[in-house]
């Protein structure tokens, strides 16, 4: 069989199959003691070049346990992968020292959550079935200046799809779902692209020669090894915490320390924030033991993508539906203030927080006391005082259709109009956050 050399990735790395593979402990059964809801588990399935070297993994969603039921779209599984991998298992373990390609659904890639994966860790394996728009072809061209790779997962040719050829490195195609004139039809269409074949699918050791004759560099399937199940102990987060970090980033004006602060108040969100940066930035030359240097390292941008990431992966599949009426609320908030003059990011928070009974299952008291608010917040909420609680009140009796509270309020103007606005905005947001 033809042998030939791996490729190089698009940061002048190579896939190099030299390297020792991790030994990360497939799933068994689960411990004594532990829950499925305390379980994390992810699977990984080899990827081998044409000298059948182990160069990378594909990391898989997968459920915790058969009592998981719940509903997953493409976003929310892309960040259970992620935050598993980063976060409760750590990606070391996961892959060594090897890449880990990651299947990337539309909304992931056009709301820019990719840049903040570690280029020299992560392949971004685009969907099948996202559409490429320009948005879609403005981030991939921005994230391949980044130096991030490319893979385009179960390519078939389409109308539109010639962007993404020239941005990718590596392109999969589905030998099993391709007949074998199919097949040789794509391959020779792809010559005329700088990109590498995957075959994956390979159910037969005796497909390979074949394979390996036809240009195909990288092979993965069942001929080659199964997915295996690795399962680690899932690093809980306060929801309370990550809603209140999820504010906090949102306000223009927030503070350095006051974020430094909020993430401090839950030791696991600190523990998986550290665990993110020591494992995405192998680079640095000694790991990050301060939270105030983690965070000044993920930047705000690389912050917010994260807690997203954690949102959908903490939140979903339990309170969407409460959490996309708190984001309506907030944001409509957020627009009153506005046009009223009180402070608007303030407004926005106390539309948020506002809605965490529903979502927490806890009093609004109890959840105010815990957050330890400012006295003009905490009014607000409580008591729908001052200015910002004026806004808050205004808001309520507009989600219960109470014109004539609404009059006594001297509502702001147009409210419908911010209602409006606002279900616009938080349909866009929870596409990201817990997947509608």
Known sequence: MRGQGPPACADGHEMDGSRVAPHAAPAGPEPPGASPAAQAVVARQ????????????ELLFRRASAADVEPYDGDVATSRVLTTAFVDIGVDQLVGDLRAFVNVPYQFLADGYCSSLPKDRVVLEILEDVVVDDRVVEVARRLVDEGHTLALD??????????????????????????????ARHVE?????????????????????????????????????????????????NRLVLLQLLA??????????????????????????????????????????????ALVLLGVDGLRSWTTMMVMSRLAGGSSECVSTGLVRAKMCEISAQRVGADAAASFTAGLLSALPDVLGQPLGEIVEQLALGDELSDALLNCGGAIGRVLEC????????PSRLAELDAPPAMADAFFEAVRWSTDLMDVLAGT
């Open 46 to 57: 080899a990827i081998y070049d044409a000298h059948f070297r182990l160069v990378a993994y």
């Open 154 to 183: 179960d390519f078939v040719f389409r109308d539109g799809v010639e962007p993404l050829l020239e941005l990718a490195r590596i392109v999969k195609l589905d030998v099993l779902a391709l007949s074998p004139d199919e097949l």
């Open 189 to 237: 269409a792809l010559r005329p692209y700088a990109v590498k074949l995957l075959a994956e699918k390979v159910e037969s050791r005796d497909q390979l020669p074949g394979l390996l004759d036809m240009g195909f560099e990288y092979f993965q399937g069942y001929a080659l090894q199964r997915p295996t199940l690795v399962r680690g102990a899932h690093a809980s987060a």
């Open 248 to 293: 906090d980033l949102h306000d223009p004006s927030i503070e350095f320390a006051t974020t430094v602060d909020t993430v401090a108040r839950d030791p696991s969100i600190a523990y998986a924030l550290l665990r993110i940066i020591n494992s995405a930035h192998l680079s640095l030359s000694s790991h990050v033991t301060s939270l105030h240097q």
């Open 395 to 402: 808001t309520l009796a507009y989600e219960l259709d109470d």
